[in-house]
Nanobody, 122 residues
């Protein structure tokens, strides 16, 4: 079992930055690929970024490529999402998830956090 708790969301102006954190419980955190997804009001959940269990391989949605950076610290059981140059369309609830392999499909992730709200004002 892996429990995930996101933090770091908030209100920021367009062009600003936020860093989301996802703290995991369980000694097997380093065995899991980690992903970030987001869901805006009235829209379906969408993939944002993912990272392999050891960290060298990262994946991004085209909409965030070059602006967001995913990283993980297995010693701290934490995965991060650094978000720069934020846009109003980045407004959503952001979720972290753990799965056996990095994937853009949310169904491939077995564990999910409760989400953290990110609001970008214009």
């Amino acid at each position: 079992q892996v429990q995930l708790v996101e933090s770091g969301g908030g209100l920021v102006q367009a062009g600003g930055s936020l860093r989301l954190s996802c703290a995991a419980s369980g000694r097997t955190f380093s065995s899991y690929a980690m992903g970030w997804f987001r869901q805006a009001p009235g829209k379906e959940r969408e993939f944002v970024s993912a990272i392999t269990w050891s960290g060298p391989n990262t994946y991004y949605a085209d909409s965030v490529k070059g602006r967001f950076t995913i990283a993980r610290d297995n010693n701290k059981n934490t995965v991060y999402l650094q978000m720069n140059s934020l846009k109003p369309e980045d407004t959503a609830v952001y979720y972290c998830a753990a799965g056996l392999r990095p994937s853009t499909n949310g169904r491939d992730y077995a564990y999910w956090g409760q989400g953290t709200q990110v609001t970008v004002s214009s």
